[in-house]
């Protein structure tokens, strides 16, 4: 239900402002008040002034109240009478978010749960992505100091600072939210910050066929790959979908089994599985001290008896841990990594294992063939997310990995391989083909 708020008496009218729809305020006009009116930019000044004084005094007071309260002292000032009744709305909500909300201007685009990313390049520039579709926002902060201030709120948050010490943040709100924050003395054009929302809803298998990121046919076969415990790992790019992908490959996880889940920041919804234990790495402090990483957590899980290990995403020397806990018969585990191909994939993951320890390359090629079955990789094209590639990875011979590809995107379809057909019509039939017979692919 969409919250009204009354604003007082605008001279001629009661004014209403609608928190969700309101940074849909005319972007070309809010621009020329910011640049052009010298008095919109003195009765900001002097409202927010005495805004704070009366409202932060009172720790009682709720958001109607403060909203009236800052649209009777907007119209007390002169500045008033040179500023437009619709110019008037902008300035008084852009108060009460300042003065009131946490995040600021930003927090409109915080609560619209349709909203996925926000991308703050610096005060007087920030985008949205919302429908898959990219949107520049109406509202900017006045100062570098003012976005500095909420990223070092939400580095608080935390225990972490941001500054020019320590200019990078990785953080997370309390609603799940990914927030990377970088201060001006790293940024050129000014103190940036990203967001990246936590989605409430899990999309289902069923879901990511309708949206047309796979086929039937894919979704089957993934389906049985999880049912037969096959180790999967899933790579693409930023924002491909990755997560999204493993989310819905939990839903054909056995309901007796074990899931240890770890996560870099906790974005997995796997609330369907009975018997699962989550946990997420821990950033050190403003002191250094207790950063727990994705290596100390694979290790742990270890002596949690899991049946399955799920690790969100592999940076660094935390996959010889995750190839080797694959090996040590936690089979039906799976991963994901930032990659552009299943090929790129397996060249990242053999860096990031020399990473963690010095060994012969072709040794560690010989591990991560024996520890991975199935490579699946997914993209981001225009607005869809879709699966480009499933493959099988049958083992390393004579320096190189065996790939087989099973299906592939072929005239924008994902299409199955000539010799992969029948498999995936006895998949579709019997759902119950031994390990062996994909071995022949």
Do not use: W
């Amino acid at each position: 239900m969409t919250e009204e708020i009354l604003v007082g008496n605008c001279r001629t009218k009661t004014v209403a402002i609608h928190l969700q729809l309101f940074y849909y305020i005319n972007e070309m006009e809010n621009n020329y008040i910011k640049r052009e009116n010298v008095e919109y930019k003195i009765l900001k000044d002097k409202v927010i002034s005495a805004a704070r004084k009366e409202i932060t005094s009172n720790t009682e007071m709720n958001d109607s109240k403060a909203m009236e309260i800052i649209s009777d002292l907007a119209f007390t000032f002169p500045e008033s009478e040179s500023v437009p009744i619709s110019d008037m709305e902008t300035l008084i909500y852009s108060i009460f978010l300042r003065i009131r909300k946490n995040m600021s201007i930003l927090t409109p685009l915080i609560e619209d749960e349709d909203v996925t990313e926000i991308m703050v390049n610096n005060h007087k520039e920030i985008f949205f992505e919302k429908y898959g579709n990219m949107n520049r926002y109406n509202m900017t902060f006045d100062s570098d100091e003012e976005l500095e201030e909420i990223m070092q709120n939400v580095a608080a948050q935390v225990h972490r600072e941001i500054n020019e010490l320590n200019p990078i943040v990785d953080a997370r709100l309390t609603d799940g939210s990914r927030v990377n924050g970088v201060y001006k003395n790293i940024a050129i054009n000014g103190p940036t910050m990203t967001i990246r929302k936590f989605s409430r809803q899990y999309m289902k298998m069923e879901d990511l066929i309708n949206n047309g990121t796979l086929t039937d046919e894919a979704a089957e076969l993934l389906r049985y790959f999880v049912k037969r415990k096959y180790n999967i790992f899933v790579s693409g790019g930023t924002s491909s979908g990755k997560t999204t992908l493993l989310n819905a490959l939990g839903e054909f996880i056995g309901k007796d089994e074990r899931i240890i889940v770890i996560e870099d920041s906790a974005e997995l919804q796997l609330n369907y599985i009975d018997n699962i234990v989550q946990m997420e790495c821990r950033q050190a402090n403003s002191s250094g001290k207790g950063k727990v990483n994705m290596s100390e957590l694979i290790k742990a899980s270890l002596r949690m008896r899991p049946d399955r290990i799920i690790v969100g995403e592999v940076r660094g020397k935390e996959v010889l841990d995750m190839i080797q806990a694959m090996n040590t018969g936690h089979s039906g585990s799976m991963s994901t990594g930032h990659g552009n191909s299943i090929d790129g994939m397996l060249k990242r993951l053999e860096t990031m294992y020399l990473m963690a320890v010095s060994m012969d390359i072709e040794a560690i090629r010989a591990q991560i063939a024996e520890a991975i079955d199935i490579m699946v990789h997914i993209e981001r094209r225009g607005k869809k997310r879709q699966i480009v590639e499933i493959s099988k990875l049958n083992g390393y011979d004579r320096g190189k990995f065996r790939i087989c590809r099973i299906m592939y995107m072929k005239n924008e379809r994902l299409i199955a391989v000539d010799n992969a057909e029948k498999y995936i019509n006895d998949v579709r039939e019997k759902d119950g083909l031994q390990n062996m017979e994909l071995d022949s692919l």
